[in-house]
């Protein structure tokens, strides 16, 4: 690992609708491998390590499992610096819950811009494709953001590229807020400059 540097640690949390793979795409990135059952009651919160872009990345990523309900928890919303929007591409319904997640994101985060990206899973089954691609990259420039096709199934570089670019939007955003802070300290150093500059002009009249 010599020349590269830190960059950090960031919590994901991956969301979508029951049965669109989920679990089976974190455990694809992260091990590389398939697993055909899950338990869709079961969330869990998985730690790694890799290096992106030279940088050596700390992630958390919370696995929201199939229950619906869990996308409207508060507390994983608030926890997370970035989010993955998963739906089936033989699922239209799977499709539909993308705008309504990130419109519940906006809400929750309160931010002009959350970082997210999306995934459409199981294009392995392009036989009984309910999404078009076109369609996938339509929500995706509408919502400002990366978009993947995928299958967990067959694996593909996609997955982990999907990983890798959602670290990468969350960084230029935080570079981008520390970037704003800095501004905003400078103008409030300034004021305050000027403030006591305009004490001593009153003291002297």
Known sequence: MSGKTGGGEYRLVVLGRTGVGKSATVVRYLTKRFIYE??????????????????????????TAGQEETIHREGHIRWADGFLLIYSITDRKSFEDIVQIKNYLDE??????????????????????????????????????????????????NIREAFHELYREVRRRKAIENGKGRRRSSIQQMKQVLNKTFTKINNRQ
């Not at 899950?38 to 696995?63: A, C, G, K, N, W």
């Not at 970082?115 to 509408?142: F, M, T, W």
Request: charged share 30%.
């Open 38 to 63: 899950y338990d869709p009651t079961l969330e869990f919160t998985y730690r790694h390590q890799t290096s992106i872009d030279d940088e050596v990345v700390t992630m958390e990523i919370l696995d």
């Open 108 to 157: 929750i985060k309160k931010a002009r811009n959350v970082s997210l990206v999306i995934i459409g899973n199981k294009n392995d089954l392009d036989h009984i494709r309910e999404v078009s691609l076109e369609e996938g990259e339509k929500c995706a420039q509408d919502l400002a953001c990366a978009f993947f096709e995928s299958s967990a199934c067959s694996g593909d570089e």
